[in-house]
Structures are given as C-alpha cells and as structure tokens.
C-alpha cells in the first residue's frame, strides 16, 4: 500500500518540489487541527511521511484506497499507564529503619524491613523500628515482603512486623537462616512464610515481578532489584559497593544492570551512604592482609577482633588468619554466636577442624593461642567488648599487652561511646588498633564513583537517593545531576512521602503516616515522648521525692514531709538545704489548708511549684519533683 502511495505522488519533475513541500506542510497543519479540504486534497503527500506521534483525527470522506491508513489513524489511543506509587517509610534522613513500599493498581509489596539502634535521644531505649501504621491499613493489598540482605537495619523489625501481619518473606538464603533466627526467638517461626529465592531468579507478586540481582556488601547473599510492573521497571539497589576481588568471589553482576539500562529503566532507588567519600571503596581482601601484620605483631599476646556480627567475609578472614598462625578462636556476644552458627550451617562460614573452642574454655589456653572475636564495635553499653573494658565480662579480662582490634568505622552518633571504650581498654595496658592506624575495616558501601558508574549503567529516567542521614541524600542527588539528569527527575524525599512516578513524570503527591516507634523490653510502642522527656530530666537534673500523709476528714497533715533526693543533691551533705525545703512544703501546706483547698491534683501542683521555685532560687537547677499525698 505504501508503495503505491509512493507511486502515485511521485513528482513529474523537480520544479513542483517547493510547491510539493508547502501542500504537504498545509496538509499536516490542517490535520492537527482537525482535518479540512485542504487536508483531503493532500491527504497522499501527508500519508506518504513518517509515522509520528500525533492524535488520531477522523476523516470527513475517507478513500477507499486509503482505508488501512485510515484505521490506524481512526483507531483510539492506548489509554496511559497508571503511575507506579513509591512511599519510603523508613530509612530517608537516617542510617537504619529501612522500608520501602510500592504500590501499583491496588497491589502493593514491601522492600526491607528494617530497625535502627537508640541513640542519646531514647535513653533506655532497646532498638527503634518502623511505624507500621499504613502498612496495617493496607495489609489486604501487601502481597509480600522483599528483603535485600541480612543486616539489622534491613530486617530486625522482621518479627515486630509479624505479630501484627503474617505476609510471605522473599529472600536469598542466607537471609532467609538470620530471619529464621530472629522468628524464633520471637516464638514466630512457625507460622512464618519463608520462601528462598537466588539471585538471578524472579518471583510474581500480584502485579509485581521482582527480579533478584546479586550485588557485591558486607554480608554475603546481598541482592537489589528489579521490579516491574505496568508504570515500567525500577531498580531498587539496596545495600551495594562493587568488588572485583571478593572474599567468595561473587562479583555485581554489572551485565544484568547494564542490560536492564538498555531495556529502558524507569526509576532507580539506590544506596547513599558514603555519598561524601570520593574514589571507590576498598576490597574486602584489604583487610585481611592488615590482619596479617597485625596477627605477626601481635606474637606471645591475646587478640581480641570486635567486629560486627553480620560481617560474614570479615570473621572468615580473621578464623582463616588465626589457623595459619595455629591460634584458637573463641566467640563472644550473643548476635555474634547466632550468626556464627547460622553461617556455618549453611555453608557461608569455613570453620577448620578444631580451630573454634567455647568462650568458657579459654581459660585452658595461653594468651598467644587465642583469638577471641567479639561485638561491640559501636561502643555499644551492654556489648562484650564494652563489658570486657568495664572488668564486668565473665569469661574475658583484659590484660596488659592484649592486642584488641576494633574492625569497624563508628556509626553515626555512635563516636563518643566507640571512644569512651577504647580509652577504658588503654587504661588496663591493651594495644587497642582501630581504622585510622591500620586497614581493618572497609565499607560495604558504594562510594562516589561507584555511585557514578551505576547511574551510567542503569541509566534511569528518574532517581530516588535513598539510605542515608539529608546530607548523604542530598549529595547523591548532586551526582545525578552531574550525570545528566535534570531538575525535575530527581527527587530528595523523607519518609512518609509518596511518590507517584510514570513516563509522563514524578511528583509527591502526599504523605502518610510514618516514623518510628521504640522498642524497650517486651514493651513496643509504650514508650513515647513524654516518658523520654521523663528519662532525660531524670538524668539530667535527678529527682526530689515528697511524701505527706493527711487526714481525709480535717486535711490536716498527720505526719511529713518526708523529702527524698535521688540524682540532684546528696542529702547527708545539704541537711541546711533539705531543712529550708522542709519548711517551704510546710507553709505551702498550710497556706492550701487556710484556702481550704482540697483538691489532690491541685495541692500537688502547688507543692511541686513551691518546691521548683525555691530549689531554683538557691541552686540553679531543676530537678524532677514527685509529690505524693497519702489520705488516711
């Protein structure tokens, strides 16, 4: 049909081509705007042009030679995909808590699930996890949870999760063991939905596909994604840096990344951490060389290795260094024995014959045949390492010479506790190496130029820096703008922010409920605000006691004040003191009695203003006050 088309406007000769051209451009005119004789009569010059993207117009008197053309052009638009929804909920403005949902035509899966640790803001706080609000809202859309690897901050509100929603769990093997651990001990295993999936595999959850795709970080196992659905596919990293020597010898698979560039990627969501750090990070295999040295100069001494748990190839270079030098290696801290145990059950952990002894039976064993692999390389309080500096360990004291090797870099937030340790460990003669004397610990994540090279390879029409503290965020953000991509395809959120992305663009279109909720003991949740702000006086500033007993018919006081301080003033050392106050309830109490107040709330009240005010005048502080009236 073409063909004839061509044929048949074929010009006589080149002297009609500028009176060609204009027909043709007065043909197109007119039909954008919605047909006309003109249009009609140049209908052949028109139709003989490229295909282009205009609306379909209607002919008044269509040819009949012309009648495929015309019921392409009849034909109605394909309606446009619905926007694919993205609401982070954890883990934007933050190291830790991560959780991301997506959300397509009524279905909806969950991307980690994570919690964070407390910090000097939640004094006694336990652990911090998501606000799991909108998720229970829309648990009858959530067809499954996605996770990206076995960290903490990526699945330990797992079980909290649980108790309110048993959804299926997708993950890779490993994963799936330290998530099987974390159930248990919540008496959640089993009931749970655990399906293990490799890398390279996809799973089908409504009108999601996700595609698993294994990535180089700090535990083994680690995957991103692929998930796609009607609005197009998005990769969502996770956790990542890129290796080319890693300790398993598992590379990134770049070539899956690349080749989902080239099919088109709608969005990416990738990791932000070391966006500040230039270069890339340093292989795994750097740390075990400096292991190596550290182990030589460490001869006739015990040394003790502080690491994270979860750094599986970490604790396999230092079990592989401690064989070679003939030493023994004992486990300390309990997430260190739990994964210890699981990786070594599953195959991930090589423990030579003979080389792993109990914690209990070092004693047995000169300092210079030990190895003794800890947690508590954040400073963490009640951490083994912490524990050992306080002499409050029961299996481990330290000793002058002991080589202790902190194999970590401080959380954010976390330096002061790290330093307050590795002073206390000084104190008591150790040799205590830390990152920024030796190679002992690299980062498990990407950092500027690897962050580069993805954008590159992916090449993602719009980009979401998640993973990381504002600054971080706004960084990576910076990258993609230097990669190419423009103002309005990039966005820096925070959590709650829904995002509604499709080809035509992204936008936040609201923000639901999300934030954290705090986990202290068996209690979820029940420790809000006003008990925080309790914990922080109590620390700050102490607490004054004052107990009256009055009669319930006369409101006379049959016995007190008695006046007790805790945390504000030693009382044996202010007798003056506690005797001036003793008289400043007394005529507080008197002076209600005369007014004839008798309202409990309201003699409180007076009490504890009476008592702040006087306390401020004479010492300048402001100590918590607890009135507490007796009827009998």
Known sequence: ?????????????????????????????????????????????????????????????????????????????????????IIPLGGLGE???????????????????????????????????????????????????????????????????????????????????????????????????????????????????????????????????????????????????????????????????????????????????????????????????????????????????????????????????????????????????????????????????????????????????????????????MSALSRMASSEHRQVEINPGDMIIISATPIPGNEKLVSRVVNELMKRGANVVYEKMYDVHVSGHACQEEQKLMLSIVKPKYFIPIHGEQKHLYKHAQMAYAMGLDYNSVMIGANGNVFEISENGIKCTETVTAGRVLVDGLGVGDVGSIVLRDRKHLAEDGIIVVTVSIDGITREVVSGPDIVSRGFVYVKESEELMEQLDRVVCNVLENCYVLGVKDWNTLKTRIKDGVAKFLYSKTHRSPMILPIIMEV
């Not at 117009?57 to 109605?76: L, V």
């Not at 030579?352 to 070092?362: E, Q, S, T």
Request: hydrophobic fraction near 35%.
């Open 1 to 85: 049909m073409i063909e004839s088309n061509n044929k048949a406007k074929k010009p006589a000769n080149a002297n009609n081509k500028q009176k060609k051209d204009s027909a043709a451009k007065r043909g197109v005119q007119n039909l954008v705007s919605g047909g006309s004789k003109n249009a009609e009569n140049s209908s052949s010059k028109a139709k003989t042009s490229k295909p282009s993207n205009r609306p379909p117009q209607k002919k008044k008197t269509p040819q009949k030679q012309y009648n495929s053309a015309s019921k392409k052009r009849t034909s109605k638009p394909k309606a446009p995909a619905s926007p694919v929804r």
């Open 95 to 381: 190291v830790g808590k991560n959780i991301t949902l997506y959300e397509y035509e009524g279905d909806m899966i969950l991307v980690d699930c994570g919690m964070t640790f407390p910090d000097e803001e939640t004094p006694g706080v336990d652990s911090v996890i998501p606000d799991f609000t909108y998720v229970l809202e829309n648990k009858d859309k959530i067809k499954g949870l996605v996770v990206t690897h076995g960290h903490e901050d990526h699945i330990g509100a797992i079980p909290y999760l649980l108790k309110n929603f048993n959804l299926p769990i997708y993950a890779t093997r490993l994963t799936i063991g330290l998530i099987s651990g974390k159930l248990k001990e919540h008496k959640l295993l089993g009931d749970a939905k655990l399906n293990e999936v490799k890398a390279g595999q996809s799973v089908t959850l409504g009108k999601f596909n996700v595609e698993f795709i294994h990535v180089n970080h700090s535990i083994p196992d680690s995957v991103g994604f692929a998930i796609t659905c009607g609005a197009g596919t998005v990769v969502h990293m996770g956790d990542f840096k890129i290796d080319t020597t890693p300790i398993d010898d598992k590379v990134i698979d770049l070539a899956r990344f690349a080749e989902l560039g080239k099919k088109g990627v709608l969005a990416m969501l990738s990791d932000s951490t070391n966006a500040e750090r230039s270069g890339y990070t340093a292989s795994e295999r750097l740390v075990g060389e400096s292991f190596s040295t550290l182990f030589k100069k460490a001869e006739g001494h015990r040394i003790i290795v502080a690491t994270f748990s979860s750094n599986i190839h970490r604790i396999q270079q230092i079990i592989d260094e401690a064989a070679r030098c003939n030493r023994k290696v004992a486990v300390s801290g309990r997430s260190m024995i739990n994964v210890v145990n699981v990786a070594a059950e599953l195959g991930y952990l090589h423990l030579p014959n003979g080389v792993l002894v109990d914690i209990d039976a070092i004693k047995n064993y000169a300092p210079d045949e030990l190895v003794v692999i800890t947690t508590g390389s954040q400073g963490e309080p």
